[in-house]
């Protein structure tokens, strides 16, 4: 079974500075598809980033971006010029494709706190 | 343009009720799925459906049933409510099972 691991239960960062959110995570399989949802105080889960396995460019989005390990089985996340609003829950999870029985596999997250 | 949309967003039950979380969807997605998110324990997926009239368990199935009448609804029923069902729960819907998934806003569930 596939396991995801967020080693930082909570982390802090001064407005406009970088911060490296970590996630390892454990699977046999060669291709499949890694995430990072965001959720702010409202509850709301939002989708930031997607990564597939197969490609070895890390994706971007705007100031997230990722560093995608293969090998090290890694995925972490950077935060570039963090604002206020980046505070929240930071959940990676993982997805084999075609699974049926545990499609997403979630990390027990980090909490973020952005510092003015 | 309403998305996935779950009621209520708060509930309290004492223990033996019973009570149906509701999950609509408005994008005509197959995949529909409920997770329960307990403190320090992520998202743990209860019951899923691949498309109407098919359900399967998830990793954390008791306590609960589903059925999957249409496409856009899939509501999660606890048969007797627990203490331990207390919990905050999700539903989420994706065009296939491996494409990305949309959460309703949750619903903030006590087992008193």
């Known amino acids: 079974a596939q396991t995801v691991t967020q080693s930082q239960p909570e982390m802090s960062v001064q407005e406009a500075e970088t911060v490296t959110l970590s996630c390892t995570y454990d699977t046999s399989e060669s291709n499949y598809y890694l995430f990072w949802y965001k959720q702010p105080p409202s509850r709301q889960m939002i989708l930031v980033i997607r990564?597939?396995?197969?490609?070895?460019q890390n994706a971007t989005e705007n100031r997230f971006s990722v560093n995608f390990q293969k090998a090290a089985k890694s995925f972490s996340l950077k935060i570039s010029d963090s604002q206020l609003g980046d505070t929240a829950m930071y959940f990676c999870?993982?997805?084999?494709?075609?699974?049926?029985?545990?499609?997403?596999?979630f990390g027990k997250g980090t909490r973020l706190s952005v510092i003015a | 343009n309403a998305g996935v949309t779950q009621t209520p967003k708060f509930q309290v039950l004492k223990t033996g009720q019973s009570m149906t979380l509701q999950c609509a969807q408005d994008m005509n997605h197959e995949y529909m799925s409920w997770y329960r998110q307990d403190p320090g324990m992520g998202l743990r997926l209860i019951h899923y459906?691949?498309?109407?009239?098919?359900?399967d368990q998830g990793e954390v199935p008791n306590g609960y049933n589903v059925s999957r009448s249409t496409t856009e609804d899939f509501p999660l029923r606890l048969l007797s409510a627990a203490p331990s069902q207390t919990s905050v729960y999700f539903c989420?819907?994706?065009?296939?099972?491996?494409?990305?998934?949309?959460f309703g806003q949750g619903t903030r569930l006590t087992v008193v």
């Open positions: 999870a993982f997805m084999k494709p075609n699974s049926g029985n545990t499609p997403l596999v």
């Open positions: 990564q597939e396995a197969y490609k070895q």
């Open positions: 989420a819907s994706s065009y296939q099972v491996n494409t990305e998934a949309f």
């Open positions: 459906s691949v498309g109407a009239g098919i359900t």
